[in-house]
């Protein structure tokens, strides 16, 4: 029942920020992977330094690592929608 913007930036700019040690299932984890501060890649936080994305258009989602040298140095932040 939760209605999210369609896009990665617009979904940034809504919602409630979360501090990394603060999140929970759920919450959106979103990265600049296009270069710059601006949000163009979103995943769904499992725990435990885990989320879930897509990460290319055809792929299938799989899990990965917040701490993984790729999305480490391009993470920027995290929201809840609850």
């Known amino acids: 029942g939760l209605e999210l913007p369609r896009t990665s930036a617009d979904q940034w700019r809504s919602g409630r920020p979360v501090d990394r040690d603060e999140m929970s299932r759920g919450d959106l984890v979103f990265f600049a992977t ?13 725990g435990e330094d885990l989320f879930l ?16 040298d790729y999305f480490k140095a391009r993470y920027i932040g995290a929201r809840s929608y609850l």
Request: hydrophobic fraction near 30%; aromatic fraction near 4%.
């Open 34 to 46: 296009r270069g710059g501060r601006n949000a163009s890649h979103v995943g769904i936080y499992l």
């Open 53 to 68: 994305h897509a990460p290319g258009r055809g792929s299938t989602i799989q899990a990965a690592s917040l701490s993984s």
